[in-house]
């Protein structure tokens, strides 16, 4: 069976559509899947850490240049000069007949002239590598072969157990998202959860935010109804990046989603639990 060999690139949200994506084109391309999920600072911990394995697909876990054995994907691999350079930095991630390499930058340009890439052109017996951050095939279902690992669903569960039909989810990015904090200051995520309190008083919140500061804000001007998970690290360390994937999907576990625009987290919490996703703030 000739293969979808995948790098999924970004934050953990960006990755779970590219990976949603290789096994759309999978499945309607009859190849099988294999993810080459790098761990690094935009998402520091391995797959299996954080999900359980599946049988839609294989993961592949490596690292960055210089830290351990698995450390290069192809992306790497094409970036070096020299068989000789390559010779030193052979993997298994590498280790496979690649017919078609698409890349990022060729997405873009398809997008920039309003095309779409024709994966249907290409060879059904022939592997395909795609390296990018974007979805890049229509997907029905999200998140549907994803599970998280034991001890985050007891975590997860933990939460949701005690929401009712009247909990909101909140999700404000900040930390280094610098065009999601211009196009939704805090004031207008205040002003979308006042609105839910005056329609039905018995509002209460889950709040998913990677800053410390808007969170204590937040608690002072809504005493008593907001609930959060602890954080104990950033997605640069495997510690948070677990409670990234307890917060996501905890958010997907509520009855609507407040979401900070150009955020794929917010938009793939609300895919995950079929709910309305509230885009706070300017989206222009």
Request: proline share 3%; charged share 25%; with cysteine.
């Amino acid at each position: 069976m000739s293969e979808v060999v995948v790098q999924p690139l970004g934050g953990l949200c960006n990755r779970l559509r590219v990976v949603d994506a290789a096994i759309a084109l999978g499945e309607r391309s009859g190849r099988s899947v294999h993810v080459v999920w790098q761990a690094n600072a935009a998402c520091n911990a391995q797959f299996l850490t954080l999900f359980e394995s599946s049988n839609r697909f294989q993961v592949i876990d490596t690292l960055p240049p210089g830290e351990g054995e698995a450390r290069f994907s192809l992306a790497d691999w094409d970036s070096f000069d020299t068989a000789e350079e390559r010779e030193t930095h052979r993997n298994l991630a590498i280790e496979r007949d690649i017919h078609y390499r698409i890349y990022w930058r060729d997405f873009i340009h398809y997008r920039k002239n309003n095309m779409k890439f024709r994966f249907d052109q290409l060879d059904a017996d022939k592997n395909v590598y795609i390296v990018t951050d974007t979805r890049f095939m229509r997907i029905d279902e999200y998140g549907q072969h994803f599970t998280p690992v034991a001890a985050l669903r007891k975590i997860i569960g933990g939460y949701t157990s005690k929401f009712n039909e009247h909990t909101i989810g909140v999700h404000i990015r900040r930390g280094d998202h610098h065009k999601a904090i211009a196009a939704s200051p805090l004031s207008v995520f205040v002003d979308a959860m006042q609105k839910r309190l005056d329609l039905n008083p018995e509002t209460n919140f889950f709040l998913a935010t990677d800053d410390e500061a808007t969170e204590t804000e937040l608690r002072q001007r809504f005493p008593g109804i907001i609930t959060t998970h602890a954080k104990t690290g950033g997605r640069d360390d495997a510690d948070g990046m677990k409670d990234g994937v307890v917060d996501l999907y905890t958010l997907a576990g509520t009855t609507g989603v407040i979401g900070t625009p150009r955020s794929s987290y917010s938009f793939y919490a609300a895919k995950l639990g079929g709910l309305a996703l509230i885009r706070a703030g300017n989206t222009a």
